[in-house]
């Protein structure tokens, strides 16, 4: 694994004798570990030409596209040398910085780097993966590189020795990882979701009673969530992309009927809702009656939250001359809902719209008569023409600690990263608490409290089609849809995928979050029964177009 | 040296006689005036992008009355829609803050940032789009009804361009 380097100076060439003269102590101890020999007293040079390569492969981008895939790398662990060769690789008129600023810190790689490196690494957790490093581009120090690696390693560690019992190990091992945190980047990339990370893990095993992340200074807990909620929408498509996804299969669902009732389980702000009555308003024929019911938590000190969002929808709906109703239903856990209080008339369509609710019903194990089996139950009993699932495409309910943190971490590494192409303040900085509530659950919490029990969308195929589901397939306009939506938030990066009628949002080929359509066909007394239920064969394809302009 | 002698007119030469007879059809037609053709005026309005009609209502008040008018923004949303749009469209438009906003809001953004790309080659866009636009619009409008005065940002994304 390493070669060694004879250069007296950080200009040799590749291809050195094996002899070294320069004594051990004089080589960083750091990079040794990582399988880099780099002279102490080289390392600011070597941290220098590093800027400069940066810049070289800044303003020649073609070529470095290039070097990325034809070129071949000599003696990478003589860093020094190997810049060198790059430098020389590009142009040399690429223009370089003329007088290179004095470095009072390292420089920081873009956080995908980093976080791609991390990955490799946890693929196989004894030995860091070097050759495989070295094919990416090392666009930050080999220190904080080897910071990165060994945070990762040591998370795991911890989470390893927490799933043992062993806390005493374990916390020390946090503290560990405090001090490697001072030497990474925590702005952005595995410094930042490393940080989250170790935060989680410090309540877990310091306080292991009460671990909610509980509400901030004294907001309710609710409303703060909405919030972060609504910031969570607007910095990243995940929201965007399920909303309109649910909204054009429920479209579709609703063709050639005039009396249609909308069961949403997590309310928030209806900002589902407009596209969806914007769009009836327009089908050919007029918009149907829409009767919207929207279950939220209750609001403490008599605010009726659920039930300005449903006025400001009717306001919507008046303005576009669509027959609107609303009706709220206030209830902390869905499993406390019963489906006399949507009040469904038998006449009309039914389409149930779940984003990221299911998994909350999720226990650690199967049992009968669990909260999900009996949601699923009188959603069945319901006959929804559709009911929209959207969920995270993750194992987050692994019955193994380690085995949930790792997935966790791999998870919202690739969230985090996505995230970085958002520019927009505070929807950023909010979205990211968001997204760490997640991530607290999942790794502090147990029991009845772990409610981000997230599965794939493997096992929910699985479940919904014991619970008497069918498959709807998401038909080519919904692909359509999410694709331009995903256009115009212009980071290159996200990827849409349609997988057996579901689609599946992601971050460069990571799916994130999956949508998928299902109807329960009506239940048939007889086999033989020649009075076959209209449910049965459904040819989603044949769907006419949903607005023709 | 020329000796002036009593001659008889010489023939005028050509260009003599072009202004000869511009100044005798001023005299005997009314100036032409665009603004009392105000058809023909909307008719080129209608032609001219987003930019320019912004600076067309910068004229004069006619121009600026006509420019300002909803119909050149419908008209304008949906020039490169491939086929009409339907006549109830309108009334959401217009409940919905006007063609104009439309146009401003969503339209442009939209069509530029998908030009960039790959998914519409030509400058003709299908009702996909325009759908996509309208849905996107009403969740701006309903935002910012519901969350009053603070100016939503749900639509910032596509006017920020983002360099990754």
Known sequence: ?549 | MLTMRHQPRPSPRPHEAMQQMKAEDREKKPKFCINDHIDILIEILKHLDGPSLGVASSVCRLWCTIARSDSIWEHLCFRHVSSPPPSSLRTIVVALGGYKELYMVCVRPVLSRLLHSDLVRSSVWTRDEVQLSLSLFCVDYYERRLLGDTSPSSLMFLCKPVNV
């Not at chain 1, 969002?309 to 027959?323: C, H, I, P, Q």
């Not at chain 1, 609710?357 to 069945?380: A, C, D, T, Y």
């Not at chain 1, 329960?520 to 064969?537: E, H, T, V």
């Open chain 1, 1 to 549: 694994m390493s070669l060694y380097s004879s250069g007296t100076s950080a200009a040799s060439s590749a291809g050195s004798s094996v002899s070294s003269t320069t004594k051990p102590s004089e080589i960083d101890g750091l990079l040794a570990g990582a399988g880099y020999r780099v002279r102490s007293s080289d390392l600011r040079h070597v941290a220098q030409r590093l800027e400069r390569l940066d810049a070289a492969m800044v303003n020649s981008p073609a070529e470095v596209s290039q070097l990325a895939s034809d070129a071949v790398h000599y003696n990478p662990s003589d860093i020094a040398s190997w810049v060198d060769s790059l430098l020389s690789e590009l142009n040399q008129t690429a223009s370089l910085p003329s007088d290179l600023p004095e470095l009072p810190e390292l420089m920081v790689g873009p956080g995908l780097n980093q976080t791609v490196l991390a990955e490799d690494a946890w693929t196989d957790h004894d030995a860091p993966q070097h050759q495989q490093l070295n094919n990416q581009f090392p666009v930050m120090t080999a220190m904080e590189e080897d910071s990165g690696i060994r945070l990762v390693h040591v998370l795991l560690t911890c989470a390893e020795s927490v799933q043992r019992g062993d806390l005493a190990f374990a916390g020390s091992l946090i503290e560990d990882m405090q001090s490697l945190l001072t030497r990474v980047n925590t702005s952005c990339g595995i410094g930042k979701v490393a940080g989250y990370f170790i935060d989680a893990l410090s309540r877990r095993i310091f306080t292991p009673q009460g671990v909610g992340f509980g509400g901030g200074v004294g907001l309710d807990p609710a409303y703060e969530n909405e919030v972060l909620y609504h910031h969570f929408y607007e910095a990243c498509p995940y929201l965007k992309f399920a909303h309109f996804t649910a909204n054009q299969a429920i479209l579709e669902a609703f063709d050639g009927h005039d009396c249609v009732h909308v069961v949403d389980f997590n309310l928030m702000h209806g900002l589902q809702w407009p596209a969806l009555i914007q769009a009836l308003a327009l089908r050919p024929g007029g918009p149907p009656l829409l009767r919207l019911t929207g279950i939220g938590p209750p609001s403490p000190d008599g605010r009726d939250s659920l039930r300005e969002v449903g006025l400001r929808l009717s306001e919507l709906a008046r303005s576009v001359n669509v027959r609107f109703a609303f009706r709220g239903v206030a209830a902390s856990r869905l499993e406390d809902v019963k489906p006399w209080m949507l009040q469904v008339n038998p006449k009309e369509a039914v389409a149930v719209n779940s984003i990221m609710q299911l998994h909350r019903l999720l226990g650690s194990e199967p049992s009968r008569n669990s909260p999900i089996e009996m949601v699923l139950g009188w959603i069945r009993n319901l006959n929804p023409k559709i009911m929209t699932v959207i969920e995270q495409e993750a194992n987050h309910n692994q019955p193994g600690f380690l085995d949930r943190f790792t997935d966790a971490l791999y998870y919202y590494s690739t969230m985090f990263d996505s995230l970085e192409a958002c520019t927009l303040q505070p929807e950023k900085a909010l979205a990211e608490i968001y997204i760490q509530r997640e991530i607290c659950n999942v790794v502090c919490c147990e029991g009845s409290a772990r409610v981000e029990r997230h599965e794939p969308l493997a096992k929910w195929r699985g479940r919904l089609g014991q619970a008497g589901f069918r498959p709807l397939h998401l038909g080519s306009n919904a692909f359509k849809q999410a694709s331009m939506l995903l256009t115009l938030f212009s980071a290159e990066g996200y990827c849409v995928e349609e997988k057996e009628g579901c689609l599946t949002l992601g971050w460069h080929s990571r799916p994130l979050i999956a949508a998928s359509a299902w109807e329960a066909p009506l239940a048939l007394p007889d086999a033989n029964s020649p009075a076959a239920a209209p449910g049965i064969f459904v040819n989603p394809h044949s769907n006419p177009p949903i607005n023709s302009l």
